[in-house]
């Protein structure tokens, strides 16, 4: 008997098996209809097999699917992803799927010319129509606008029979790249980079670089060479390029157009499903070269991928924490050895991780020391709070104050860096000292000024502020305690009336379209100030800025987890990073009450080395990553006693295991959301531990009720 072992999206962790009836034909990767209970779902074929033990009495499959099959080396991906981050494999199976979800988008009605039939009356205006038309096909709409007629006259050619209207198929056509459209002349350092990966590529082999180089030195140019390679060598190789946040994705789509002559498919959550549907058959069809993307587009059925880059590959935002929790950079590099690609992460600012791999020469590792052409890193100065402390419910110290006067009388941009959305991240009452935080929760309101509300950034919980203090009445006694962006541009606006002020979060710029323009003002100079949180500081390159001030560089310092001197550095290395470009010097000034902190100190050297020296010595010393591997079980409940009891079962349960720690249970960081109680374990073990059967064998052994939520984080970004 023949059976078929199926991934259907349910969070089990095994592929279900069907019989195959005789005459059907299927092979992995097809997608199938099982029965499952009394409904029908949708599945993969993990995998074919004939059996002899013909006593088991399996269901059948029910159909094999018109829709494409996933790629063998796909399917490959999905299991093993599901198998690193213990999900189950039939959801990561469901993700390569996400593109199917919308149907695909109505096919489009258009007119061209009928042969070389002639108008019966030559009108200026249907002359128009048949001059703006030529031999092209263009909707009616379009054509009458190109010609400058009314819709009409169209419509008088179509009745005449000299036009025709057909439809036309909502297959997308991609343009194939040209590698040499606009080719760019590189540099020493970055044409051995691109030498090097697009040797990478054409070893179609699994080749993993580090490309490491300052901000503004050409990382992009030299990826995009390297991509121009793969293409001269196979003008069907594919091509995916990830990005951590999608407002950057308009500027890297711009310049690939620019330099290929022919635009790349777009792949994130802000893509309209018709449009994600189009670009995943154009994928699995290979009439798609390149994607640029989130990091979701690793999940593509992608059938000649030939290299992969992650680009700003140390950014947080690669992490995916809710749903199917993964690092984007991990499963990419995982994906390049499964097609067996290249795979280029690109960084300024290089995770421990990465530069470990590159260290221990796993990694090719590829260095670009210079800005290009004349631009030089900007000057990095600390400015000692304890010295000139600005004045009381002020921000901006007398220094840094002067600086943008400066700036702004020699007509340039300062960036003033905070990253911390709203007005203030703290309301608390005078009276009783009172914290203000959303229901149920541990975390604290931020205040809003735009909006006139208080917002809980964890789970978006809103209300206006209250004239009250809601815990012992008083009133007029809620004072706002810190800044966030919007305070520090309302103090600009003061100082600076004159100024032209925007401030950039996912406040005030909530989708692409808007990131775009406000980015577009900015490179265009209509903005002399600009309050950002990260949302800005990442990436962008505005050829006017000269200037940037973080206003608070001891912020992320303050956290204490894991990767808090390792974010801190690199955020405040990408945003001073952001000043100074050809022809005008930057620099960067940031504030502190703690100038001898090591961060701060490596940062005002420009010394990564010793940063990377510091941080590596102290994650060695305690054998965290990159040294040892850490995953964390995370429990969640609304009640609190089934938590604590599931916790306790788990404890109990802990499997005998060498070079390897299991610690808490303990209250998770938020141990409080929207009335869900969270408990944590932490496991810790060496490097070459197998953390992934430990955590399988002990889950295996605790059975949890359905009121308790359990998430594996394996790898988890911070602790
Ligand atoms: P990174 O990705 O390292 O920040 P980019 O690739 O964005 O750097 O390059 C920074 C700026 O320098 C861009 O405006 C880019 O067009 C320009 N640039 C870099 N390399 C070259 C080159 N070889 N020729 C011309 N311009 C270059």
Sequence with gaps: MKVASVLIPLPVPEAFDYAVPDEMVVARGDQVAVPLGPRLMRGIVSEVFETTGSNRRLKAVEAVLDDPALPPSTVDFVEWAGRWTLAAPGEMAATALKGLRAPPPRPERRVRRVGERQPARATPARTAVLAALGDRALTAADLARAAGVSSGVVKGLVDEGVLEIFEVSAQAAFDPPDPDHAPSSLNADQAAAAQAMAEGVMARAFRPFLLDGVTGSGKTETYLEAAAEALRADPAAQILILLPEIALTQAVIERITARFGAAPAEWHSGVAPPRRRQVWEAVVAGRCNIVVGARSALFLPFVNLRLVVVDEEHDSSFKQEEGLVYHGRDLAVARARIEGAAVVLASATPSLETLWNARQGRYGWLKLRARHG????????????????????????????????????RREQTLLFLNRRGYAPVVLCRACGHRLTAPDTDSWLVEHRYTGRLVCHLTGF?????????????EDSLVSVGPGVERVEEEVR???????????????????????????????????????????????????????????????LRGGDLRAAERTYQLLAQATGRAGRADKPGRALLQTWTPEHPVLQALAAGDRDAFVEAETAEREIASLPPYGRLAAIILSSENAAAVEKVAADLAQAIPNAERLEVYGPADAPLALVRGRRRKRLLVRADRDVDIQAFLRAWLGRVKAPGSVRLTVDVDPYSF
């Design 494 to 556: 003061q100082l600076f009336p004159e100024a032209r002020v925007a401030v950039f979060s996912s406040d005030t710029v909530p989708d692409g379209k808007s990131a775009r323009a406000l980015i577009q003002s900015m490179t265009d100079g209509q903005i002399d100030i600009l309050v950002a949180t990260q949302a800005a500081a990442k990436g962008h390159n505005f050829p006017g800025l000269t200037l940037v001030g973080v206003v608070d560089a001891d912020l992320g």
């Design 374 to 409: 004349a631009a030089v890193l900007p000057d990095i100065q600390l400015l000692d709070l304890r010295q000139s402390p600005p004045d009381p419910q002020t921000w901006l110290s007398q220094p840094l104050r002067q600086a943008i006067g400066e700036t702004l009388a």
């Design 462 to 474: 809103s209300m206006p502020r209250p004239k009250l203090c809601p815990s012992c009445g008083a």
